[in-house]
């Protein structure tokens, strides 16, 4: 079955303790991307990867590291989560970002104390 | 800059009746793709339909179909015969086809409640 994986589904950590979200798409596309969903700001782009080594940021980078050394996986890192982390993050996957559908994982909600 | 604005956070609609949502977006690009995309309780991201820029015709599914205006950059979403089921946040997105910065551009999303 086609789909983009994310581990953990619910996280609640403490300030300061990094932590990683995994993603991982069985598609082979290309292109791949972190989002946060926040009531009344939709969805913010992260960071996004356009094949293996190549990475962006998006409008709400700080704070995020990301990875993509294999086509299939991009984790999402938060090397001292803060509090203002807290949120809904998905990852998604398309064949390019021309016209194409963005495939999203089921989402992760964190909570940062 | 891009943007997408859904101006409704919020909208009602009786059950088996028909809504439209609204997505306004500013751009100087002639050539782009404009989504719909729908969020139930369960979180999943789910496309509803899809138009590119170059067509005239506006894009149908079932019950949900658009009405695009691209010189008023409108692009509004009309669900028919509403169901329970369509009860979710939807969002609208905007992407470039020659998309320099490959960036993806989402709106704030429109909270649609349907009344039995």
């Known amino acids: 079955e086609a789909q983009v994986t994310q581990n953990p589904r619910y996280l609640i950590t403490v300030t300061g303790k990094k932590l990683t979200v995994t993603c991982s798409q069985n598609?082979?596309?290309?292109?791949m991307s972190w989002y946060r969903q926040d009531p009344g700001l939709g969805l913010r782009q992260i960071y996004y990867s356009m094949n293996v080594e190549v990475t962006d940021k998006g409008d709400v980078p700080e704070g995020y590291k990301v990875s993509r050394k294999e086509k299939r996986n991009f984790p999402l890192i938060l090397e001292s989560p803060s509090p203002n982390q807290t949120s809904l993050y998905f990852c998604a996957s398309s064949h390019g970002t021309s016209g194409t559908e963005q495939f999203f994982g089921p989402g992760t909600r964190l909570t940062v104390l | 800059a891009q943007t997408v604005t859904q101006s409704q956070p919020e909208m009602s609609v009786q059950e088996a009746e028909t809504v439209t949502l609204s997505c306004t977006y500013d751009t100087s690009e002639s050539d782009y793709y404009l989504f719909w995309y729908k969020q139930p309780p369960s979180r999943q991201m789910i496309l509803v339909i899809r138009?590119?820029?170059?067509?005239?015709q506006n894009a149908t599914e079932n019950r949900f179909s658009v009405n695009f205006q691209k010189a008023a950059k409108s692009f509004s979403l009309k669900i028919s015969d509403s169901q329970l089921g369509d009860a979710a946040m939807y969002f609208c997105a905007y992407i470039p086809l020659k998309n320099r910065d490959d960036k993806i551009i989402f709106g704030k999303g429109t909270r649609l409640h349907i009344l039995p």
């Open positions: 598609m082979n596309h290309e292109y």
């Open positions: 138009q590119e820029a170059y067509k005239q």
